[in-house]
């Protein structure tokens, strides 16, 4: 069972390049998310999913695409890279109620010079 | 998102016991509440969750307050593996996301 996987680890961009971070999971989870962590600062949902086909933002979404056509994948679209966006980020599933626990992968640390 | 606070930081020794406190003044009724712990350089994992009564589990043991304003979780016996940022969420039992705050970070001394 490898629960949430997350590729590439590392990622080196150049400003204006575009690039999918992707987010896979087994569990048959309905709901799935991306959030962000700047150094020292909490967790930001930047987008979430619940269930394919649905997709909603979060609370910062500018800068970032996704799209649900299965269960098992969530990936995240940065479309123009920007400095801004240099952070690691992290996909989470887990079951809709609030009555299951969330799993989230190692994260992948993106660098965008 | 019913919000949540949480100190700063905490300090252990080794091999006590750890009571890390969660304010949350504004739950409502079908609000759980969620522990999750990050180590350094690593994706949030789940400790415990919970609705009103304590809850046991090998890692964790939660306590919640009568009126569910505040929670506290407790590590029994704290390591040196368990220094890492301790969050308090609350989720809904439909769907919601999962906001995290700043957490606790706690160091446990030797």
């Known amino acids: 069972n490898a629960g949430v996987t997350q590729t590439p680890k590392f990622q080196v961009l150049k400003t204006g390049q575009s690039m999918t971070l992707q987010c896979a999971q087994d569990?048959?989870?309905?709901?799935m998310s991306w959030y962000r962590q700047d150094p020292g600062m909490g967790l930001r949902l930047i987008h979430y999913?619940?269930?394919?086909?649905?997709?909603d933002q979060g609370e910062v979404p500018n800068g970032y695409n996704v799209s649900r056509s299965t269960t098992e994948d969530f990936p995240l679209r940065l479309l123009s890279a920007a400095p801004s966006q240099t952070s690691v980020y992290f996909c989470a599933s887990s079951y809709y109620e609030g009555t299951t626990e969330a799993f989230f992968g190692q994260g992948t640390r993106l660098t965008v010079v | 998102d019913a919000k949540t606070t949480q100190p700063n930081s905490m300090e252990s020794n080794e091999e006590e016991p750890v009571h890390l406190p969660c304010n949350h003044s504004?739950?409502?009724?079908?609000?759980?509440i969620h522990w999750y712990r990050q180590l350094p350089s690593q994706g949030p994992e789940y400790v415990i969750h919970g609705l009103t009564s304590n809850v046991n589990n090998r890692m964790a043991s939660l306590a919640i307050a009568e009126d569910r304003k505040s929670s506290t979780l407790i590590l029994h016996r704290a390591t040196l593996r368990d220094a890492a940022v301790y969050y308090c969420i609350l989720r809904q039992y439909y769907g919601q996301n999962f906001v995290f705050g700043p957490g606790t970070r706690l160091s446990v001394l030797p």
């Open positions: 999913s619940v269930g394919a086909g649905i997709t």
């Open positions: 569990m048959n989870h309905e709901y």
């Open positions: 504004t739950i409502s009724g079908t609000d759980y």
